[in-house]
């Protein structure tokens, strides 16, 4: 079965200095990572994907996120947060083949860009 | 390009009064469909899902149902409002022919029971 741990429930960072949250997933199968960002009242969007290739995977926004194998983590990074990514983000992860009906979600950092 | 909608936005029920939320996706046609519900402070749950006209599974047992009368519509039910519904439901899809799994996901209906 697979599973997804967001380490941190709550991020507090100031704006223009870089941020990490930290996603780890465990998995006896390979599997597609997500991140998703939802803003207040609204629905997830795609931060960014990764499938297979290159370990760093740039996404919108200015976010990147780095697949390590051997620790099974997905952390999402940003070198310099505005106020406008305060939002909350999930990491996801869904096994190939299935169409998406064992993506399971992490339970969500909440990040908070202070000025 | 496809969108989705649900729809109310925001709703305020009594603690036993029926349920009936709509999603619907434009632009695509015989999408996987998803009702998903997210608890304060907790991250997502699959509540069902769908990948055909009349086809249905539950992921877990609830007092709430879900129907599909046509392809792209996908609608959440409830006979008698429960307390503990209450929390912000949304609705995804995926391109059936997919084969990455993005989600693509509606804007949410915020459901409160009071």
């Known amino acids: 079965a697979q599973s997804v741990t967001q380490l941190d429930s709550q991020v507090p960072v100031f704006e223009e200095a870089p941020v990490e949250l930290r996603c780890n997933y465990s998995s006896s199968v390979s599997v597609y990572l997500f991140w998703y960002v939802q803003y207040p009242n609204q629905g997830l969007q795609l931060l960014l994907k990764y499938l297979s290739g290159s370990t760093l995977v740039k996404g919108i926004n200015g976010f990147e996120a780095e697949f390590n194998k051997s620790q099974t983590s997905f952390h999402l990074r940003k070198p310099s947060v505005h106020i406008s990514d305060t939002a909350e983000y999930f990491c996801a992860v869904s096994e190939p083949g299935t169409g998406g009906f064992k993506t399971i979600f992490g339970a969500g950092t909440r990040l908070f860009v202070k000025a | ?114």
């Open chain 2, 1 to 114: 390009s496809q969108t989705i909608h649900q729809w109310p936005a925001t709703l305020v029920q009594p603690v036993g009064s029926p349920l009936s939320l709509e999603c619907t996706v434009e632009g695509t046609s015989n999408p996987n469909l998803y009702w998903y519900r997210q608890a304060a402070g907790r991250g997502l749950q699959l509540l069902f899902y769908s990948v055909g006209i009349g086809q249905i599974s539950s992921e877990v047992p609830q007092n709430l149902s879900a129907s599909r009368p046509q392809d792209r519509q996908f609608i959440l039910s409830s006979k008698k409002l429960l307390l503990s519904d209450s929390g912000f439901y949304l609705c995804a899809w995926i391109q059936i022919d997919s084969p990455y799994n993005e989600q693509f996901f509606g804007p949410g209906t915020r459901l409160t029971v009071l």
